[in-house]
């Protein structure tokens, strides 16, 4: 039953993600952490992550702008092996608080929290009228590669930062597309070279062949969801990728700032 759980989830959440570059991560990542350690958890979404994004870049990365990729990209990833380099030591702080829904444990971690109310913030500029032709400096791209990557390799939510700097960088949706997984990829490949050096080897045991074969599925799911979405790509407008963003930012936000995500 969780095999199939799992592929439906990825199925549906990469075909909505496909547009706004963030949330399959963030949405997967609770389902793994039912069956791994949190560590590996993050880890193994970060492999289903990676497949995903090669897919995406050999469906739509040519229209990627290289440029971007380089001063948006590079940055990102080498701020992710330093992310992914404390993910274990940061795994040791307390949450925040907890509190009890529907009869469940919900805690705040601080990374979270932070990232939550980030996302919470920045989903204005996509959803307030008034700020639609707002853009943002180039000089700013670097620091947003860096705070997405640093975010990405430690608990895997680089998605919505990332997105927030780029959407704003005067780009077609074609090219947002592209840019935006040419540059996750970058930051996957780094982090995952990590955890295999660390959370994989040290929790090695905890995954076994129904968990690589959980990741296996998860994988081909989310390159059918992705290919799903970009049939649509065409008739979806600039504006409403931009809907899209802001709500997800929105709801996923609210969902990590909450610890309900």
Known sequence: MIYIIVSLASIVVAGLTFFSGFG???????????????????????????MNNIFKVMLIG?????????????????AAFGGASLLTWLSRIEPLTAYQLFGKEITIEPVNLAIGLLMMFFAIFEL?????????????????GLLSGFFGGLSGHQGALRTIFLTRAGLGKEQLIGTIAMSAMLVDIVRISVYGSTVFREHFASIGAKGALLVLIASVSAWAGSFIG?????????QTVRLIIGTLLLVLGFGLASGIV
């Not at 307030?128 to 947003?144: E, H, N, Q, Y």
């Open 128 to 144: 307030a009228p008034k700020l639609d032709r707002f853009s943002m400096s180039s000089k700013w791209i670097p620091f947003g």
């Open 62 to 78: 040519k229209h990627a702008d290289k440029k971007i990729v380089l001063i948006f990209g590079i940055p990102a990833a080498l």
């Open 230 to 238: 970009k049939r649509f790509l065409k008739k979806i407008t600039m």
């Open 24 to 50: 399959l991560g963030t949405l997967l990542m609770p389902l793994f952490a039912i069956f791994f350690p949190v560590q590996v958890a993050v880890a193994a979404t970060a492999v289903v992550h990676l």
